[in-house]
């Protein structure tokens, strides 16, 4: 049996509401989903909410309610946000859902059962924001860098992972597997924390007459699993580990979406956890940068909290998706405004992809009754769309939305091209040309099938309206085999129905 592809987002901090941070990763991951259940791959996608640690209970504290309710109604919020936006992962998993605490109790205790866990005294730099330890060089001017605050100073025993144990083991993973971290610099990012010596031994619990609101260690029922080493377990339990016989092989092929600000939890926490169980590390860690606002990270800790999700509203889930994929480089922060969001939705969308798609069907409405004519030779835009396709494969295979379309416009703009150059409006005047009318607009046709199918896992419900006007249900639609040239049958029946994208001016 074939493994299925698997993918993850981080699990988000349900303290305060979704956003475009959170959003983003979300909608990266749908995207992939989609991309490899359209090639025909079982695929797995995994998202949810990490719920235990002190920000919630302190979040739940401000607001005079109980943790577990809080957290209930966060969840929801997050788990109804993704179902509005018609996010398609197959399970939202919670960290306070029992199978979790299961699974993380059995993973810890195998862990401490293989002598990987000691009993220490110690003091650092805590930060909550972060839920972590920092090391001073960590600090901006004695603040995290992240939230911006002092971090606190905590002594306490604890229980710590032996951690350094494996940095030699992870250092020799990185140099030898080009393709673990990408892009390139997160992985010199991780291998420079390594050679930093700035990390040790992790902290792995909590003194429960601290925090009680996390998973008791099985060993030891005064601490709670820290948040990060519960955490992290979610991608386990989301497969079934440690009971359903299918979790190896669906482990095998798990690829991990991140933000860059949790690199070292992924890149070196994980790793090192996954190599002391004796699991096998995971086939991919990918690594996205920042929406900005301004030059400020958008999430809930700034203070310029702007709700860009919620631009949505104002012009459409779709064309948001299609700006974030197509917009941040991969492993590149970028900036997030709505200018740029208007501009893409006019250009790409309104005037190349929305024009393509009613000037074609628009004509066969004019000059075939709305009927597909008969299939021609094929002309030069079957190359263009095998090329297109290719683009596609390579972009997703290298987990970057943005190479991804921008190969997929390239077909939209070489039919564009084809249809000046054609000039149908000209051959329709001469019914002696009507047989290189039918083969024009049989291809335009073709180009915009392949257009529209390559374009459902980053615009599911355009890729569909798309596909509908020409016949087709969005069901029909594979990249299983090659772009199958040819498909669209003569005879079928059209509609150019409304605009697609409206133009819109920004105010
Ligand atoms: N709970 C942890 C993750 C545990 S995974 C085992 C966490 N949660 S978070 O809610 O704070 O952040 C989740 C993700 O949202 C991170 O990948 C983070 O990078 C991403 N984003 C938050 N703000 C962001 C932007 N402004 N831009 C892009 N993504 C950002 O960390």
Same mark, same amino acid.
């Given at each position: 049996m074939s493994a299925p592809f698997y993918v993850t987002t981080p699990i988000y901090y349900p303290n305060a509401d979704p956003h475009l941070g959170s959003a983003y990763t979300t909608i990266y991951a749908d995207t992939l989903a989609r991309y490899h259940r359209l090639l025909g791959e079982e695929t797995l996608f995994l998202t949810g909410t990490d719920e235990h640690g002190e920000k919630m209970a302190q979040a739940a504290a401000e607001q005079g309610v109980d943790t577990q309710s809080f957290v209930d109604r966060m969840a929801l919020r997050f788990r109804s946000q993704w179902e509005a936006l018609e996010l398609t992962p197959n399970r939202f998993i919670r960290t306070t859902d029992a199978d979790h605490v299961r699974a993380v109790r059995h993973f810890w205790q195998q862990l401490y059962d293989r002598g990987e866990v000691e009993f220490r005294d110690y003091t650092g730099l805590y930060c909550v924001g972060c839920e972590a330890f920092l090391t001073p060089s960590e600090l901006v001017d004695g603040n995290c860098a992240d939230h911006g605050r002092p971090p606190e100073q905590r002594s306490e025993s604890n229980y710590f992972f032996k951690m350094s144990d494996y940095f030699d083991w992870?250092?020799?993973?990185?140099?030898?597997?080009?393709?673990?971290?990408?892009?390139?610099?997160?992985?010199?990012?991780?291998? #420079?924390?390594?050679?930093? #010596?700035?990390?040790?031994?992790?902290?792995?619990?909590?003194?429960?007459? %601290?925090?009680?609101? $996390?998973?008791?260690?099985?060993?030891?029922?005064?601490? @709670?699993? /820290?948040?990060?080493?519960?955490?992290?377990?979610?991608?386990?339990?989301?497969? $079934? /580990?440690?009971?359903?016989?299918?979790?190896?092989?669906?482990?095998?092929?798990?690829?991990? +979406?991140? #933000?860059?600000?949790?690199?070292? &939890?992924h890149g070196v926490f994980w790793p090192t956890f996954l190599r002391a169980a004796g699991l096998p590390l995971y086939r991919g860690l990918h690594v996205h940068g920042h929406w900005l606002l301004g030059s400020q990270k958008i999430s809930k800790s700034a203070s310029n909290l702007v709700d860009a999700l919620g631009l949505k509203d104002k012009y459409g889930f779709e064309p948001l998706r299609y700006y974030v994929l197509r917009d941040m480089p991969f492993g590149q922060d970028s900036e997030f405004t709505e200018e740029h969001l208007v501009r893409r939705l006019n250009s790409d969308l309104a005037n190349d992809l929305g024009n393509l798609v009613s000037r074609s069907l628009g004509m066969v409405e004019r000059y075939f009754d709305g009927v597909v004519p008969e299939k021609r030779a094929p002309g030069t835009l079957r190359e263009a769309a095998a090329r297109s396709a290719e683009g596609v494969r390579a972009g997703m295979q290298a987990f970057s939305t943005r190479n991804a379309l921008e190969a997929l416009f390239e077909l939209v703009g070489a039919?564009?091209?084809?249809? !000046?150059?054609?000039?149908?409006?000209?051959? =329709?005047?001469?019914? =002696?040309?009507? !047989?290189?009318?039918?083969?024009? +607009?049989?291809?335009?046709? !073709? =180009?915009?099938?392949?257009?529209?199918?390559?374009?459902?896992?980053?615009?599911?419900?355009?890729?569909?309206?798309?596909?509908?006007?020409? $016949? +087709?249900?969005?069901?029909? &639609?594979?990249? =299983?085999?090659?772009?199958?040239?040819?498909?669209?049958?003569? #005879?079928?029946?059209? @509609?150019?129905?409304?605009?697609?994208?409206? %133009?819109? !001016?920004l105010e």
């Open positions: 992870l250092r020799s993973e990185l140099e030898t597997n080009p393709d673990l971290i990408t892009p390139p610099r997160f992985k010199n990012e991780v291998l #420079g924390m390594i050679e930093g #010596g700035g990390l040790q031994d992790l902290c792995i619990t909590r003194p429960v007459e %601290r925090l009680s609101w $996390g998973i008791p260690a099985p060993w030891d029922e005064n601490y @709670v699993i /820290y948040v990060w080493a519960d955490a992290l377990i979610n991608y386990l339990t989301g497969i $079934g /580990y440690p009971d359903d016989p299918q979790w190896e092989l669906r482990w095998s092929r798990v690829h991990h +979406l991140i #933000g860059k600000d949790i690199l070292k &939890a039919a564009n091209k084809y249809i !000046e150059d054609e000039a149908p409006w000209k051959l =329709a005047k001469d019914p =002696a040309q009507r !047989e290189d009318l039918e083969a024009v +607009l049989y291809e335009t046709l !073709e =180009a915009v099938r392949v257009a529209a199918t390559l374009l459902s896992p980053f615009m599911p419900q355009t890729g569909a309206s798309i596909l509908a006007r020409l $016949g +087709l249900e969005a069901t029909d &639609a594979s990249l =299983a085999g090659d772009v199958d040239w040819g498909r669209l049958e003569p #005879g079928t029946r059209v @509609v150019k129905g409304e605009a697609l994208f409206p %133009r819109v !001016e």
